[in-house]
């Protein structure tokens, strides 16, 4: 009897855990959709198109990469960009994204589905955002469980954060970089676990994935070395974590050599130096592990006294060495955007172009609640339940969300590193929180096998009581008295284990009406965050179908759905070239200039033409109007942005000089004071005038402020009235409103009308967002002074010949 009944209870429980892996199964598949089908916004609202700025460098080279081959593309010298120096594409570009989106090419059309190569650009982020959620359930598995698992994918599917890098046709290096990143996290929890030696190469091969794809690999290189170390100090070491990391930074380094654009950097910069001081610390552990276990006592203290010596003359040789090699770099190793995260003020101080692009700022408060939303609100739950109990893989998720939060508070653009982080946080911490609320309800309902019918609460204390006593028994009968046999000596610890977990889940019992109300106001709370966010039209039309779907995946999806699907519908989904505002009567406008200008490039000016514009323009220049571009958003080459923003700081005839100096024939400039674009170059100026003004000292930031306030109206500096940024974007202005009124400055501005000598404007848009100049030839010199004496000396002479004669076209 007691044989048949085990054999069914085991029986049942196969047939429980298959159903709930098939249940999970259909539940990732679902999150999956989620996760692609919200990013779509951008496709249905507008077309498919790519956004921002450097995705048209990527998606040129992918085009490139498609059509002439991979070696071609490792060899390709691009001769359109930083006219005249050009650049190396396949040395300076981290080719991941380029060659997984090839690869997504080659093989649709291998299975006869004619797709382009834009279309293919333009998924590939909702694609790998799918990817991405299914590797944080893994991830999140591997620390508290499957139900953790899964809050955490649904989460990391619809927040905005991510939301906001992965788009439809958001097509930068960070669309696959997220995968990348926590498959590789997983991939190392996963060896940790199981100390595999298989799991271990696959980790070494993940993080070779995130070298190839995106510059944020040292965030990985960093942050495993400091979970060993915690892990080593804490006194944690085992031969799993040896497995972990030792495989990791022997093939990871020397993969990582192989990305031309890293090189011998993974080994001669100070980014890397963390992992090999603590490769060498991990051995030096695991050598004394190894003698202690092998050594009495007493020849174990000589053998660590050796051990200790020789590691401390080892370690001071290569101390040597690392400072050697640091002192000869003015940054100490360091690139730019590593100190500036180490140090928020360095890039403001001596690096400008670094400190120019937006999204290098620190972001504000109101972001953390746009990006992240009531996840900040559960990341401290999440942080408490990872240390009940704490292990080797929730201090890695607990230290993996410290530093990402650190990280997050200096660069706005590190909030996608954080999100994933957080997701895992509040998985944890609302699948815990359900766990204790739905167990209490289920012990306490009459006919449970946890408690007895009656529900005597004093009888269920007086069992626990009791339960408690016979466990401290067993445990001191154990001590006291031996096994005789191996068997019972494995078996006790398990049984004491299961009793000891029983009753510590009993206790952990809440109330059954504080559980019921606790439920309540979660569905609440739920509620009232689905009726504010639901005043967002633009959400109504998608939302019955999202939160049915949610619905079957997760429960913890209703109160943060609607704000994550405005995100995506209204916050994220605009591209950047194409712009959409709505007027007080609710019509839609359309803001196309920037394609408009590019188009007019491309059919009015010659194949070899020159184009100067600011830096944020040249990869859409290149990429759409086919245009060769002085500099572009790669800003490798410092002096020659700062050559570029000397001249849009100089007086129109000196800015003609530098331009024509570099072949440029076309300068082009983007304008919002008439349709109030406030990101134009006008609101960009002052830093040109820095970063032009860190190379060449003649070009000074005060000269262009009045009392140290930026101004363009009747206050402002002459030598801000007569530079040539002025004069390009506010020349004829005045003929718009007969005030020249700038709507973003909200002011009239100072000096309306003049005209341009050196420049002649070609092309302005519609709605006056991008305006066109060329350089006007040079007029014809002549030689000497005699000569032009002489020429007035024939003109005074013979009057009648010269008012009867023609003009000279040359002068």
């Not at 079957?552 to 995100?567: D, E, Q, T, Y």
Request: charged share 15%; aromatic share 12%.
């Amino acid at each position: 009897m007691a044989d048949g009944e085990s054999s069914r209870e085991a029986t049942a429980r196969t047939l429980r855990n298959a159903f709930g892996n098939v249940f999970s199964f259909f539940i990732l598949l679902l999150i999956g959709i989620l996760a692609f089908s919200i990013r779509l916004f951008s496709v249905i609202k507008y077309e498919s198109v790519i956004h921002e700025f450097d995705p048209y460098f990527n998606y040129r080279v992918t085009q490139f990469l498609t059509k002439n081959g991979i070696y071609d593309f490792w060899n390709w010298f691009d001769d359109r960009t930083w006219y005249p120096l050009g650049r190396v594409i396949g040395g300076t570009v981290y080719p991941g994204l380029t060659l997984t989106a090839g690869t997504l090419w080659w093989l649709l059309n291998s299975l006869n589905i004619p797709l382009s190569v834009e279309t293919v650009c333009v998924f590939t982020a909702p694609i790998f955002s799918a990817f991405a959620s299914w590797a944080t359930y893994l991830l999140t598995k591997e620390v508290k469980g499957t139900g953790a698992g899964l809050t955490a994918a649904v989460l990391l599917a619809m927040v905005p954060s991510y939301i906001s890098r992965s788009v439809a046709g958001s097509y930068d290096n960070e669309a696959v970089a997220i995968f990348a990143l926590i498959f590789t996290f997983y991939l190392y929890i996963k060896t940790l676990n199981t100390g595999s030696l298989f799991y271990a190469t696959l980790n070494a091969l993940a993080y070779f994935y995130m070298v190839c794809s995106w510059g944020g690999y040292t965030f990985i290189i960093n942050l495993i070395p400091m979970h060993v170390l915690l892990c080593i100090v804490t006194g944690r070491y085992s031969s799993r974590l040896y497995i972990a990391y030792a495989p990791l930074v022997v093939l990871g380094t020397l993969l990582a050599a192989l990305v031309p654009v890293v090189g011998f950097n993974a080994v001669m910069t100070s980014e890397h130096f963390a992992s090999f001081l603590v490769f060498i610390i991990i051995h030096v552990v695991a050598l004394v592990y190894h003698v202690k276990g092998n050594l009495s006592p007493r020849m174990f203290k000589v053998a660590v006294t050796l051990v200790v010596s020789v590691g401390l003359v080892v370690c001071c040789a290569m101390i040597a060495v690392l400072i050697a090699l640091v002192a000869s770099s003015p940054t100490k190793g360091w690139s730019g955007r590593s100190l500036s995260l180490l140090d928020p003020t360095y890039a403001s101080k001596y690096i400008p172009i670094i400190a120019s692009v937006s999204e290098h700022q620190p972001p504000t408060w109101p972001s953390y609640f746009m990006d992240i939303n009531v996840l900040a609100f559960l990341v401290p739950a999440g942080i408490i339940a990872c240390f009940l109990p704490l292990s080797d893989a929730s201090s890695f998720a607990v230290l993996y969300i410290v530093t990402a939060v650190y990280f997050s508070g200096v660069m706005v653009r590190l909030m996608l590193v954080f999100a994933p982080a957080a997701c895992i946080m509040s998985g944890i911490a609302l699948s815990e929180a359900f766990n204790v609320l739905t167990r209490s309800i289920k012990f306490q309902l009459p006919g449970s096998s946890g408690i007895s019918q009656s529900g005597d609460t004093s009888m269920n204390t007086e069992g626990e009581q009791n339960d408690i006593a016979k466990t401290e028994k067993m445990d001191e009968t154990a001590k006291e008295r031996p096994s005789k046999k191996n068997k019972r000596k494995e078996k006790e610890p398990v049984v004491k284990a299961s009793i000891r977990s029983r009753i510590e889940r009993r206790l952990l019992v809440l109330p059954l009406e504080a559980s019921v109300i606790a439920i309540i106001l979660l569905v609440l709370l739920g509620a009232f965050y689905v009726k504010v966010a639901c005043k967002v039209d633009a959400a109504l039309n998608v939302h019955a179908l999202l939160t049915s779907t949610l619905e079957k995946s997760s429960r913890v999806g209703r109160w943060k759905l609607v704000h994550c699907v405005w995100a995506a519908a209204e916050a994220y989904s605009a591209p950047s070239i194409v712009l959409t505002t709505y007027s007080r009567e609710g019509g839609l406008h359309v803001f196309d200039d920037f394609r408009e200008a590019y188009a007019w490039l491309s059919h009015n000016t010659e194949v070899d033409d020159k184009v100067a514009s600011w830096w944020d323009y040249g990869y859409q220049t290149t990429a759409m109007a086919n245009r060769t571009v002085i500099v572009d958003n790669n800003t490798w080459n410092n002096t020659h942005i700062a050559t570029v923003g000397t001249a849009m700081s100089s007086p129109e005839k000196a800015a003609w000089e530098i331009f024509n100096s570099l072949d440029v024939k076309y300068v082009l400039v983007v304008f919002g004071g008439l349709v109030g674009y406030p990101s134009d170059d006008i609101n960009k100026f002052l830093w040109m005038v820095r970063i032009g003004g860190g190379v060449f000292p003649h070009i000074k930031e005060p000269d262009y402020l009045r009392d140290g306030q930026y101004r363009i109206d009747s206050q402002a500096t002459p030598t801000m009235l007569n530079c040539l940024m002025y004069k390009l974007s506010y020349y004829r202005f005045v003929e718009t409103d007969g005030k020249a009124f700038d709507r973003v400055r909200q002011t009239e501005i100072g000096k309306k009308y003049f005209k341009l000598t050196h420049f002649e404007e070609v092309f302005t848009t519609h709605h006056w967002m991008v305006r066109i100049y060329k350089l006007k030839p040079p007029k014809n010199r002549i030689r000497g002074k005699t000569k032009k004496s002489k020429s007035k000396a024939s003109s005074t002479s013979s009057p009648k010949r010269s008012g009867t004669g023609k003009r000279n076209p040359w002068h």
